[in-house]
Protein backbone atom coordinates (compact mmCIF):
# COMPACT_ATOMS: atom_id res chain seq x y z
CA UNK A 1 0.00 0.00 0.00
CA UNK A 2 1.00 3.46 -1.22
CA UNK A 3 0.75 5.05 2.31
CA UNK A 4 2.12 5.09 5.53
CA UNK A 5 -2.00 4.05 6.64
CA UNK A 6 -0.25 1.92 9.55
CA UNK A 7 -0.60 5.15 11.66
CA UNK A 8 -3.68 6.46 10.11
CA UNK A 9 -7.23 6.24 12.32
CA UNK A 10 -10.54 7.26 10.89
CA UNK A 11 -12.46 10.04 11.89
CA UNK A 12 -14.70 9.42 14.57
CA UNK A 13 -12.47 6.23 15.93
CA UNK A 14 -9.05 7.65 17.21
CA UNK A 15 -9.59 8.48 20.65
CA UNK A 16 -12.11 5.05 20.70
CA UNK A 17 -9.41 2.88 19.71
CA UNK A 18 -6.06 4.61 20.92
CA UNK A 19 -7.93 3.99 24.58
CA UNK A 20 -8.75 0.49 24.01
CA UNK A 21 -12.61 0.21 23.60
CA UNK A 22 -14.38 -1.37 20.88
CA UNK A 23 -15.08 0.57 17.58
CA UNK A 24 -17.26 -0.11 14.79
CA UNK A 25 -16.58 0.53 10.80
CA UNK A 26 -19.13 0.73 8.41
CA UNK A 27 -18.82 -3.10 7.71
CA UNK A 28 -20.62 -3.55 10.77
CA UNK A 29 -17.64 -6.10 12.82
CA UNK A 30 -17.08 -5.29 16.26
CA UNK A 31 -13.40 -4.39 17.22
CA UNK A 32 -11.82 -6.63 19.95
CA UNK A 33 -10.09 -4.89 22.72
CA UNK A 34 -6.32 -5.37 22.65
CA UNK A 35 -6.77 -7.82 25.90
CA UNK A 36 -8.68 -10.37 23.79
CA UNK A 37 -6.15 -9.67 20.87
CA UNK A 38 -3.49 -10.85 22.96
CA UNK A 39 -3.71 -14.48 22.26
CA UNK A 40 -1.07 -17.00 24.02
CA UNK A 41 0.07 -13.86 26.15
CA UNK A 42 1.07 -15.30 29.42
CA UNK A 43 1.97 -19.27 27.85
CA UNK A 44 5.66 -20.02 27.55
CA UNK A 45 7.16 -20.18 24.21
CA UNK A 46 6.90 -23.48 22.12
CA UNK A 47 8.70 -25.00 19.31
CA UNK A 48 7.89 -27.78 17.06
CA UNK A 49 10.39 -29.13 13.69
CA UNK A 50 8.28 -29.33 10.83
CA UNK A 51 11.44 -30.47 9.14
CA UNK A 52 15.11 -29.83 8.18
CA UNK A 53 15.33 -27.67 5.42
CA UNK A 54 15.74 -29.27 2.31
CA UNK A 55 17.85 -26.56 0.31
CA UNK A 56 17.15 -24.78 -2.63
CA UNK A 57 18.01 -27.10 -6.24
CA UNK A 58 21.40 -26.71 -8.05
CA UNK A 59 22.01 -22.77 -8.42
CA UNK A 60 21.02 -21.41 -11.91
CA UNK A 61 18.08 -24.10 -12.47
CA UNK A 62 14.65 -22.95 -10.66
CA UNK A 63 13.56 -25.80 -8.98
CA UNK A 64 11.56 -27.48 -6.56
CA UNK A 65 11.03 -25.02 -3.19
CA UNK A 66 12.69 -25.91 -0.32
CA UNK A 67 10.81 -26.66 2.97
CA UNK A 68 11.69 -24.57 5.74
CA UNK A 69 12.08 -25.20 9.31
CA UNK A 70 8.88 -24.01 11.59
CA UNK A 71 8.57 -23.18 15.56
CA UNK A 72 5.93 -22.10 17.01
CA UNK A 73 3.08 -21.30 17.91
CA UNK A 74 5.13 -18.00 19.26
CA UNK A 75 4.70 -16.38 22.40
CA UNK A 76 5.68 -13.50 24.91
CA UNK A 77 7.63 -10.98 24.09
CA UNK A 78 7.41 -7.43 25.53
CA UNK A 79 4.03 -6.92 24.63
CA UNK A 80 2.65 -10.52 24.81
CA UNK A 81 1.06 -10.57 21.14
CA UNK A 82 1.91 -10.68 17.42
CA UNK A 83 2.31 -7.57 15.73
CA UNK A 84 0.01 -7.35 13.49
CA UNK A 85 -2.89 -8.89 15.12
CA UNK A 86 -6.21 -8.71 14.15
CA UNK A 87 -8.66 -6.10 15.10
CA UNK A 88 -11.58 -8.17 14.73
CA UNK A 89 -12.32 -10.99 17.51
CA UNK A 90 -11.74 -13.85 16.22
CA UNK A 91 -13.07 -15.89 18.80
CA UNK A 92 -16.63 -14.99 18.47
CA UNK A 93 -16.19 -15.82 14.77
CA UNK A 94 -14.94 -19.20 16.05
CA UNK A 95 -11.44 -18.32 14.78
CA UNK A 96 -8.17 -18.52 16.55
CA UNK A 97 -5.04 -16.47 15.88
CA UNK A 98 -1.24 -17.86 15.80
CA UNK A 99 2.28 -16.73 15.06
CA UNK A 100 4.93 -19.51 13.81
CA UNK A 101 8.95 -18.50 12.80
CA UNK A 102 10.15 -20.53 10.00
CA UNK A 103 13.67 -20.55 8.65
CA UNK A 104 15.83 -21.67 5.82
CA UNK A 105 18.03 -21.02 3.11
CA UNK A 106 16.55 -18.65 0.36
CA UNK A 107 17.86 -17.80 -2.97
CA UNK A 108 17.42 -14.48 -5.58
CA UNK A 109 16.31 -14.72 -8.90
CA UNK A 110 18.48 -13.53 -11.39
CA UNK A 111 18.60 -13.47 -15.24
CA UNK A 112 20.94 -13.01 -18.06
CA UNK A 113 18.46 -11.01 -20.34
CA UNK A 114 16.38 -7.82 -19.67
CA UNK A 115 12.73 -8.31 -18.33
CA UNK A 116 10.48 -7.68 -21.34
CA UNK A 117 6.65 -6.38 -21.17
CA UNK A 118 4.96 -9.43 -21.78
CA UNK A 119 6.25 -10.99 -18.95
CA UNK A 120 7.85 -14.36 -20.15
CA UNK A 121 11.02 -14.10 -18.19
CA UNK A 122 13.32 -16.57 -18.11
CA UNK A 123 15.43 -16.63 -14.71
CA UNK A 124 18.01 -18.42 -12.64
CA UNK A 125 18.51 -19.28 -9.37
CA UNK A 126 21.34 -17.06 -7.59
CA UNK A 127 23.17 -17.42 -4.45
CA UNK A 128 21.80 -18.72 -1.18
CA UNK A 129 21.92 -16.90 2.37
CA UNK A 130 20.13 -17.70 5.14
CA UNK A 131 16.67 -16.09 6.70
CA UNK A 132 14.25 -16.35 9.71
CA UNK A 133 10.96 -15.18 9.14
CA UNK A 134 7.46 -15.05 10.76
CA UNK A 135 3.78 -15.83 9.76
CA UNK A 136 0.34 -14.93 11.47
CA UNK A 137 -2.36 -17.21 10.93
CA UNK A 138 -5.77 -17.17 11.68
CA UNK A 139 -7.67 -20.14 10.90
CA UNK A 140 -11.18 -22.17 11.95
CA UNK A 141 -10.78 -23.73 15.11
CA UNK A 142 -13.57 -26.69 14.56
CA UNK A 143 -11.68 -28.26 11.15
CA UNK A 144 -15.17 -29.29 10.00
CA UNK A 145 -15.48 -25.33 9.41
CA UNK A 146 -12.21 -25.11 6.79
CA UNK A 147 -13.35 -25.08 3.56
CA UNK A 148 -9.45 -26.08 2.58
CA UNK A 149 -8.31 -22.54 1.02
CA UNK A 150 -5.33 -20.50 2.21
CA UNK A 151 -5.27 -17.06 1.77
CA UNK A 152 -1.29 -16.06 1.99
CA UNK A 153 -1.20 -11.87 1.80
CA UNK A 154 2.09 -10.75 0.94
CA UNK A 155 2.23 -8.20 3.50
CA UNK A 156 2.12 -5.07 3.25
CA UNK A 157 5.63 -2.46 4.15
CA UNK A 158 5.13 0.96 2.48
CA UNK A 159 3.83 2.09 6.20
CA UNK A 160 7.49 0.79 7.49
CA UNK A 161 6.06 -1.59 8.80
CA UNK A 162 3.89 -4.75 8.20
CA UNK A 163 0.36 -4.60 7.22
CA UNK A 164 -2.68 -7.16 6.88
CA UNK A 165 -3.93 -4.86 4.22
CA UNK A 166 -6.52 -7.40 2.45
CA UNK A 167 -7.42 -9.09 5.70
CA UNK A 168 -8.68 -6.01 6.30
CA UNK A 169 -10.68 -5.42 3.02
CA UNK A 170 -12.14 -9.10 3.16
CA UNK A 171 -11.97 -10.58 6.38
CA UNK A 172 -15.83 -10.78 6.31
CA UNK A 173 -15.92 -13.48 3.32
CA UNK A 174 -13.05 -15.32 5.27
CA UNK A 175 -14.58 -15.54 8.17
CA UNK A 176 -17.86 -16.62 6.92
CA UNK A 177 -17.54 -18.73 4.35
CA UNK A 178 -13.86 -21.11 6.56
CA UNK A 179 -11.33 -19.63 4.59
CA UNK A 180 -7.87 -20.06 6.83
CA UNK A 181 -5.87 -16.91 6.56
CA UNK A 182 -1.56 -16.65 6.63
CA UNK A 183 0.24 -13.22 6.71
CA UNK A 184 3.88 -13.12 5.94
CA UNK A 185 6.66 -11.26 6.43
CA UNK A 186 9.02 -10.88 3.13
CA UNK A 187 10.54 -8.00 2.99
CA UNK A 188 13.98 -6.69 5.08
CA UNK A 189 11.38 -3.38 6.03
CA UNK A 190 8.75 -5.63 7.77
CA UNK A 191 11.64 -7.40 9.40
CA UNK A 192 13.49 -4.12 10.64
CA UNK A 193 9.81 -2.62 12.53
CA UNK A 194 9.65 -6.17 14.02
CA UNK A 195 12.55 -6.46 15.54
CA UNK A 196 12.65 -2.61 16.80
CA UNK A 197 9.21 -3.00 18.42
CA UNK A 198 9.71 -6.10 20.40
CA UNK A 199 13.23 -7.40 19.93
CA UNK A 200 12.64 -9.89 23.04
CA UNK A 201 10.16 -11.48 20.12
CA UNK A 202 11.71 -10.90 17.32
CA UNK A 203 15.05 -10.39 17.51
CA UNK A 204 16.09 -14.06 16.09
CA UNK A 205 14.17 -12.56 12.59
CA UNK A 206 16.57 -12.05 9.56
CA UNK A 207 16.46 -11.12 6.21
CA UNK A 208 19.63 -10.66 3.65
CA UNK A 209 17.52 -8.79 1.15
CA UNK A 210 14.13 -8.05 -0.10
CA UNK A 211 15.93 -10.01 -2.85
CA UNK A 212 15.24 -12.92 -1.16
CA UNK A 213 11.90 -11.95 -0.98
CA UNK A 214 10.24 -14.08 -4.08
CA UNK A 215 11.30 -17.58 -2.08
CA UNK A 216 10.65 -16.81 1.39
CA UNK A 217 7.33 -16.56 0.11
CA UNK A 218 7.51 -19.71 -1.47
CA UNK A 219 8.90 -21.24 1.02
CA UNK A 220 6.06 -20.18 3.35
CA UNK A 221 3.81 -21.46 1.26
CA UNK A 222 5.90 -24.83 0.95
CA UNK A 223 5.42 -25.32 4.99
CA UNK A 224 1.41 -24.51 4.62
CA UNK A 225 1.46 -27.48 2.63
CA UNK A 226 2.60 -29.88 5.69
CA UNK A 227 -0.31 -31.73 7.54
CA UNK A 228 2.73 -32.97 10.09
CA UNK A 229 2.93 -32.19 13.38
CA UNK A 230 4.24 -28.47 14.21
CA UNK A 231 1.79 -27.60 11.17
CA UNK A 232 1.05 -23.75 11.02
CA UNK A 233 -2.32 -24.89 10.33
CA UNK A 234 -2.52 -26.93 13.47
CA UNK A 235 -3.89 -30.10 11.62
CA UNK A 236 -5.85 -28.37 9.06
CA UNK A 237 -5.38 -29.68 5.22
CA UNK A 238 -4.31 -26.58 2.72
CA UNK A 239 -5.77 -28.22 -0.60
CA UNK A 240 -5.50 -25.26 -1.91
CA UNK A 241 -3.00 -21.67 -1.60
CA UNK A 242 -4.21 -18.28 -2.75
CA UNK A 243 -1.41 -15.57 -3.37
CA UNK A 244 -2.34 -12.01 -2.42
CA UNK A 245 -0.60 -9.04 -2.71
CA UNK A 246 -1.74 -4.91 -2.19
CA UNK A 247 -0.58 -1.98 -3.78
CA UNK A 248 2.90 -2.21 -2.95
CA UNK A 249 3.08 -6.19 -2.76
CA UNK A 250 0.69 -6.45 -5.80
CA UNK A 251 3.93 -5.26 -7.82
CA UNK A 252 5.43 -7.93 -5.41
CA UNK A 253 2.95 -10.39 -7.13
CA UNK A 254 3.48 -9.23 -10.21
CA UNK A 255 6.72 -10.18 -10.39
CA UNK A 256 6.19 -13.05 -8.72
CA UNK A 257 3.82 -14.43 -11.46
CA UNK A 258 6.33 -13.93 -14.16
CA UNK A 259 9.12 -15.10 -12.70
CA UNK A 260 8.90 -17.57 -9.86
CA UNK A 261 5.42 -19.51 -10.13
CA UNK A 262 6.35 -21.21 -13.26
CA UNK A 263 9.12 -23.31 -11.59
CA UNK A 264 7.80 -22.88 -8.11
CA UNK A 265 4.44 -24.11 -8.42
CA UNK A 266 3.56 -23.36 -4.96
CA UNK A 267 0.31 -21.32 -4.83
CA UNK A 268 -3.23 -22.41 -7.00
CA UNK A 269 -4.01 -19.08 -7.50
CA UNK A 270 -2.75 -15.25 -7.40
CA UNK A 271 -4.88 -12.03 -6.27
CA UNK A 272 -3.80 -8.87 -6.97
CA UNK A 273 -5.09 -6.09 -5.75
CA UNK A 274 -4.14 -2.08 -6.45
CA UNK A 275 -1.34 -2.47 -9.04
CA UNK A 276 0.15 0.24 -11.02
CA UNK A 277 1.58 -0.50 -14.56
CA UNK A 278 5.25 -1.58 -13.48
CA UNK A 279 6.84 -5.09 -11.64
CA UNK A 280 8.77 -4.78 -8.60
CA UNK A 281 12.32 -5.35 -8.82
CA UNK A 282 13.41 -8.77 -9.44
CA UNK A 283 16.84 -8.83 -7.78
CA UNK A 284 20.13 -5.82 -7.65
CA UNK A 285 18.87 -3.33 -10.05
CA UNK A 286 17.01 -5.75 -12.62
CA UNK A 287 13.81 -3.86 -12.92
CA UNK A 288 10.46 -4.64 -15.40
CA UNK A 289 9.59 -1.98 -17.66
CA UNK A 290 7.11 -0.30 -17.86
CA UNK A 291 4.56 -1.47 -18.96
CA UNK A 292 4.22 -5.30 -17.08
CA UNK A 293 1.87 -7.40 -18.30
CA UNK A 294 1.49 -10.42 -16.55
CA UNK A 295 2.26 -13.66 -18.71
CA UNK A 296 -0.49 -15.02 -20.59
CA UNK A 297 1.19 -18.64 -20.63
CA UNK A 298 1.25 -19.24 -16.66
CA UNK A 299 -1.99 -22.09 -15.79
CA UNK A 300 -3.29 -20.42 -12.27
CA UNK A 301 -5.76 -18.38 -12.18
CA UNK A 302 -5.06 -14.44 -11.53
CA UNK A 303 -7.27 -11.87 -10.57
CA UNK A 304 -6.29 -8.29 -10.98
CA UNK A 305 -8.61 -6.20 -8.66
CA UNK A 306 -8.39 -2.30 -9.60
CA UNK A 307 -9.87 0.46 -7.58
CA UNK A 308 -10.73 3.87 -9.28
CA UNK A 309 -7.88 5.54 -7.50
CA UNK A 310 -5.55 3.33 -9.29
CA UNK A 311 -6.98 2.77 -12.54
CA UNK A 312 -5.07 5.37 -14.59
CA UNK A 313 -2.07 4.29 -13.06
CA UNK A 314 -2.52 1.03 -13.84
CA UNK A 315 -3.92 1.62 -17.69
CA UNK A 316 -0.74 1.43 -19.73
CA UNK A 317 -0.50 -2.62 -18.54
CA UNK A 318 -4.30 -3.17 -18.90
CA UNK A 319 -4.74 -6.49 -20.67
CA UNK A 320 -7.65 -8.84 -22.35
CA UNK A 321 -9.00 -11.11 -19.87
CA UNK A 322 -8.37 -14.75 -20.93
CA UNK A 323 -9.47 -17.99 -19.30
CA UNK A 324 -6.28 -17.83 -16.27
CA UNK A 325 -6.42 -14.16 -16.23
CA UNK A 326 -9.05 -11.75 -15.20
CA UNK A 327 -8.73 -7.80 -14.70
CA UNK A 328 -12.01 -6.00 -12.60
CA UNK A 329 -12.17 -2.49 -12.26
CA UNK A 330 -14.39 -1.18 -9.39
CA UNK A 331 -15.63 2.35 -9.93
CA UNK A 332 -16.30 5.01 -7.33
CA UNK A 333 -13.86 2.95 -4.85
CA UNK A 334 -10.11 4.22 -3.41
CA UNK A 335 -7.07 2.61 -2.98
CA UNK A 336 -7.66 3.76 0.91
CA UNK A 337 -11.25 4.10 1.78
CA UNK A 338 -12.36 4.79 5.21
CA UNK A 339 -13.45 1.25 6.44
CA UNK A 340 -10.07 0.22 6.27
CA UNK A 341 -8.84 3.17 8.13
CA UNK A 342 -11.13 2.65 10.95
CA UNK A 343 -9.36 -0.97 11.22
CA UNK A 344 -6.01 0.24 10.33
CA UNK A 345 -6.43 2.95 12.68
CA UNK A 346 -7.27 0.58 15.64
CA UNK A 347 -4.33 -1.50 15.25
CA UNK A 348 -2.10 0.69 14.75
CA UNK A 349 -2.73 3.17 17.67
CA UNK A 350 -2.76 -0.45 20.11
CA UNK A 351 0.89 -1.22 18.75
CA UNK A 352 1.95 2.63 18.65
CA UNK A 353 -0.14 4.71 21.04
CA UNK A 354 1.70 7.71 19.24
CA UNK A 355 0.65 7.49 16.01
CA UNK A 356 -0.15 10.41 14.18
CA UNK A 357 -3.94 11.11 12.38
CA UNK A 358 -3.58 12.70 8.60
CA UNK A 359 -5.43 15.97 8.04
CA UNK A 360 -7.45 15.70 4.64
CA UNK A 361 -8.95 18.58 3.23
CA UNK A 362 -12.33 16.49 1.98
CA UNK A 363 -14.38 13.67 3.62
CA UNK A 364 -12.94 10.11 2.96
CA UNK A 365 -14.40 7.31 0.39
CA UNK A 366 -17.37 5.62 1.86
CA UNK A 367 -18.26 3.33 -1.38
CA UNK A 368 -18.30 -0.52 0.57
CA UNK A 369 -15.19 -1.59 -1.52
CA UNK A 370 -15.05 -4.26 0.77
CA UNK A 371 -18.46 -6.33 -1.11
CA UNK A 372 -16.56 -6.35 -4.01
CA UNK A 373 -13.56 -7.48 -2.57
CA UNK A 374 -15.10 -10.48 -0.67
CA UNK A 375 -16.59 -11.40 -4.00
CA UNK A 376 -13.14 -11.46 -5.47
CA UNK A 377 -11.88 -13.93 -2.92
CA UNK A 378 -14.87 -15.99 -3.57
CA UNK A 379 -14.98 -15.76 -7.16
CA UNK A 380 -10.64 -17.10 -7.00
CA UNK A 381 -11.17 -19.56 -4.99
CA UNK A 382 -14.09 -21.16 -7.05
CA UNK A 383 -12.05 -20.96 -10.39
CA UNK A 384 -9.21 -22.49 -8.44
CA UNK A 385 -11.41 -25.14 -6.96
CA UNK A 386 -13.84 -26.26 -9.88
CA UNK A 387 -12.42 -23.91 -12.84
CA UNK A 388 -15.51 -21.61 -12.83
CA UNK A 389 -14.66 -18.80 -14.46
CA UNK A 390 -15.34 -15.14 -12.59
CA UNK A 391 -17.50 -12.94 -14.79
CA UNK A 392 -15.86 -10.60 -16.85
CA UNK A 393 -16.25 -6.63 -15.84
CA UNK A 394 -16.56 -3.76 -18.23
CA UNK A 395 -13.22 -1.47 -18.29
CA UNK A 396 -13.71 1.87 -16.99
CA UNK A 397 -13.89 4.64 -18.86
CA UNK A 398 -11.19 7.37 -19.65
CA UNK A 399 -11.75 11.18 -20.22
CA UNK A 400 -10.61 11.97 -23.81
CA UNK A 401 -7.54 13.65 -22.26
CA UNK A 402 -6.38 11.10 -20.57
CA UNK A 403 -5.93 12.47 -17.39
CA UNK A 404 -9.17 10.95 -15.15
CA UNK A 405 -11.43 8.44 -15.75
CA UNK A 406 -15.13 9.67 -17.46
CA UNK A 407 -17.49 11.06 -15.15
CA UNK A 408 -21.13 11.39 -14.96
CA UNK A 409 -22.64 14.80 -14.06
CA UNK A 410 -22.55 13.90 -10.57
CA UNK A 411 -18.93 13.34 -10.97
CA UNK A 412 -19.00 9.83 -9.96
CA UNK A 413 -16.83 7.40 -12.38
CA UNK A 414 -18.53 5.74 -15.78
CA UNK A 415 -18.03 2.27 -16.36
CA UNK A 416 -16.44 -0.86 -14.30
CA UNK A 417 -17.93 -2.62 -12.07
CA UNK A 418 -20.55 -0.44 -10.40
CA UNK A 419 -21.90 -0.38 -6.79
CA UNK A 420 -25.28 0.66 -6.51
CA UNK A 421 -23.97 3.29 -4.62
CA UNK A 422 -23.23 4.96 -7.78
CA UNK A 423 -26.27 3.61 -9.72
CA UNK A 424 -28.17 5.32 -7.51
CA UNK A 425 -26.35 8.11 -5.67
CA UNK A 426 -26.58 10.13 -2.73
CA UNK A 427 -23.04 11.42 -2.90
CA UNK A 428 -19.88 11.69 -5.30
CA UNK A 429 -17.53 9.09 -4.34
CA UNK A 430 -14.33 9.22 -6.48
CA UNK A 431 -10.91 7.36 -5.56
CA UNK A 432 -8.92 10.73 -6.52
CA UNK A 433 -9.10 14.44 -5.54
CA UNK A 434 -8.28 14.32 -1.95
CA UNK A 435 -5.23 16.42 -0.60
CA UNK A 436 -3.72 17.08 3.04
CA UNK A 437 -5.18 20.09 4.75
CA UNK A 438 -1.50 20.53 6.95
CA UNK A 439 2.17 20.01 6.50
CA UNK A 440 2.31 16.72 8.61
CA UNK A 441 4.10 14.25 5.58
CA UNK A 442 1.61 11.67 7.10
CA UNK A 443 -1.50 13.72 5.78
CA UNK A 444 0.17 13.93 1.97
CA UNK A 445 -1.18 10.28 1.47
CA UNK A 446 -4.49 11.95 1.52
CA UNK A 447 -4.15 11.55 -1.74
CA UNK A 448 -5.00 8.15 -2.02
CA UNK A 449 -8.54 7.98 0.38
CA UNK A 450 -10.36 9.48 -2.48
CA UNK A 451 -13.37 11.66 -1.62
CA UNK A 452 -17.24 11.33 -0.67
CA UNK A 453 -19.12 14.74 -1.36
CA UNK A 454 -22.93 14.22 -0.21
CA UNK A 455 -25.46 15.44 -2.34
CA UNK A 456 -27.76 18.13 -1.07
CA UNK A 457 -31.45 17.86 0.26
CA UNK A 458 -32.86 19.47 -2.84
CA UNK A 459 -30.93 17.10 -4.89
CA UNK A 460 -31.88 14.09 -3.12
CA UNK A 461 -35.13 15.31 -3.32
CA UNK A 462 -35.49 15.69 -6.47
CA UNK A 463 -34.27 12.73 -7.74
CA UNK A 464 -36.03 10.45 -4.90
CA UNK A 465 -39.17 12.14 -4.42
CA UNK A 466 -40.16 9.78 -1.59
CA UNK A 467 -38.02 7.19 0.16
CA UNK A 468 -39.96 4.31 -1.14
CA UNK A 469 -38.92 5.88 -4.34
CA UNK A 470 -35.09 5.75 -3.25
CA UNK A 471 -35.47 2.24 -2.38
CA UNK A 472 -37.15 0.66 -5.27
CA UNK A 473 -34.03 2.33 -7.36
CA UNK A 474 -31.39 0.76 -5.22
CA UNK A 475 -33.10 -2.46 -4.71
CA UNK A 476 -33.30 -2.64 -8.51
CA UNK A 477 -29.22 -1.93 -8.85
CA UNK A 478 -28.62 -4.22 -6.00
CA UNK A 479 -30.06 -7.14 -7.72
CA UNK A 480 -28.53 -6.24 -11.39
CA UNK A 481 -24.75 -6.66 -9.42
CA UNK A 482 -25.77 -9.81 -7.55
CA UNK A 483 -27.51 -11.31 -10.94
CA UNK A 484 -23.78 -9.99 -12.64
CA UNK A 485 -21.99 -11.94 -10.20
CA UNK A 486 -20.42 -9.66 -8.15
CA UNK A 487 -22.34 -8.95 -5.00
CA UNK A 488 -22.60 -12.42 -2.91
CA UNK A 489 -26.04 -12.70 -1.11
CA UNK A 490 -24.80 -11.80 2.37
CA UNK A 491 -23.60 -8.30 1.25
CA UNK A 492 -27.00 -7.86 -1.04
CA UNK A 493 -28.99 -8.11 2.09
CA UNK A 494 -26.68 -5.76 3.92
CA UNK A 495 -27.03 -3.14 1.45
CA UNK A 496 -30.46 -3.41 1.15
CA UNK A 497 -31.20 -3.27 4.94
CA UNK A 498 -28.67 -0.12 4.50
CA UNK A 499 -30.72 1.78 1.85
CA UNK A 500 -34.08 0.79 3.94
CA UNK A 501 -32.47 2.71 6.71
CA UNK A 502 -30.98 5.45 4.52
CA UNK A 503 -32.48 9.27 5.30
CA UNK A 504 -33.27 9.32 1.98
CA UNK A 505 -34.45 12.22 0.86
CA UNK A 506 -33.12 14.16 3.65
CA UNK A 507 -35.74 15.87 6.49
Known amino acids: MIVAVAALVAAGAGSASAAGTSATSSKGAALGTPTALRLGASATSSKAALGASTGSSK ?51 TSEQPLTSDGKW ?26 GTVVVEWLNVTAGRDIDVDWDYGYNQLLRDGFAYVGVTAQTVGFNALTAWDPERYGSLSSPSDDYSYDIFSQAGQALRSTGPGSPLRGLRARHLIADGESQSAGR ?116 QSYLFDTAYAALRSWVV ?66 TVPFDAATLAKLYPTHNAYVRAFTAATRKLAAQGFLLPDNERAALFAAEQAPVPAG
Open 253 to 368: MTTYVNAVAPSAKVYDGYLIHSNGATGAVLSGTLRPPTPTFLRTDLSRPVLNFETETDVLGHLPARQPDDRFHRLWEAAGTAHVDNDILVFMGYQSHRQTPQSIDPVCTAQRNTAP
Open 122 to 147: KVQQGSPAPYKSRMVVRAPIDPKRFN
Open 59 to 109: AGTPGAVASPVVSGPVTGGTHGFPFTSSAVDLRSHGYAEQEYFFSGTARTF
Open 386 to 451: SGKLPPTAPRMQINAEGTDVARDSFGNGLGGIRLPQLEVPTATLTGVGNTAADANPISAFCRLFGT
